[in-house]
């Protein structure tokens, strides 16, 4: 059974960079034909997708975050990553790291991590 | 236009069929997933495909899709199934498209 777990800083200081870690255990992130991707949601706000990369490197990212956004993956410690930059406290959600299946849904999600951006 | 469109609320008497809905231009193209997501919790995969069910998810829970409207519909909705409920498909670019969420209330 896939089991992702999302980890990193809970606060951030506005202006700077949110750095997040996605560890995926149960299988190797370099099997199948699977996109790993971000996705965040504000407090009582709905779901908003960030963005994709695939075990090749290629990369998909929501046009409205896209200028800020960088995911990349490490497939010798089974992990893939969020950088998102010159972040503001509109930045301040629950991240959650997710498996895309070919088909496009998203089968397997982490628990979430809250980031609060705030000085 | 690359939006999804759901209805902030719906409700339900306990026992009846509720039926969920999602619009956009993305899903004349392609399938709509749908997640529930409880309080405090993260989103779960309850539909996917043309009519897909993952393991351990209850078979009152179907989709099916016309034109650009995708829908779900849970027949015989329990107290369990009170959540909201995301609708996603993705664009020809490939970006993944959420819709704004409905809230499901089983009266």
């Known amino acids: 059974q896939v089991q992702l777990q999302e980890s990193g800083p809970g606060l951030v200081k506005p202006s700077q960079t949110l750095s997040l870690t996605c560890t995926v255990s149960g299988g190797s992130i370099s099997s199948g034909s699977y996109y790993w991707s971000w996705i965040r949601q504000p407090a009582g706000k709905g779901l908003e997708w960030i963005g994709r990369?695939?075990?090749?490197?290629?990369?998909n990212y929501n046009p409205s975050l896209k200028s800020r956004v960088t995911i990349s993956v490490d497939t010798s410690k089974n992990q893939f990553s969020l950088k998102l930059s010159s972040v503001t406290a509109a930045d301040t959600a629950v991240y959650y790291c997710?498996?895309?299946?070919?088909?496009?849904?998203?089968?397997?999600w982490g628990q979430g991590t809250l980031v609060t951006v705030s000085s | 236009s690359s939006e999804l469109t759901q209805d902030p609320a719906v409700s339900v008497a306990l026992g009846q069929t509720v039926r969920i809905t999602c619009q956009g231009d993305s899903l004349r193209s392609y399938y709509a997933s749908w997640y529930q997501q409880k309080p405090g919790q993260a989103p779960v995969l309850v539909i996917y495909g043309k009519n897909n069910r993952p393991s351990g998810i209850p078979d009152r829970f179907s989709g099916s899709s016309s034109g650009n409207t995708a829908s779900l519909t849970i027949t015989g909705a329990q107290a369990e199934d009170e959540a909201d409920y995301y609708c996603?498909?993705?664009?020809?670019?490939?970006?993944?498209?959420f819709g704004g969420g409905t809230k499901l209330t089983v009266l």
């Open positions: 996603n498909s993705r664009d020809s670019s490939g970006n993944h498209l």
């Open positions: 997710a498996r895309e299946q070919m088909g496009g849904y998203l089968g397997y």
């Open positions: 990369i695939y075990t090749s490197g290629s990369t």
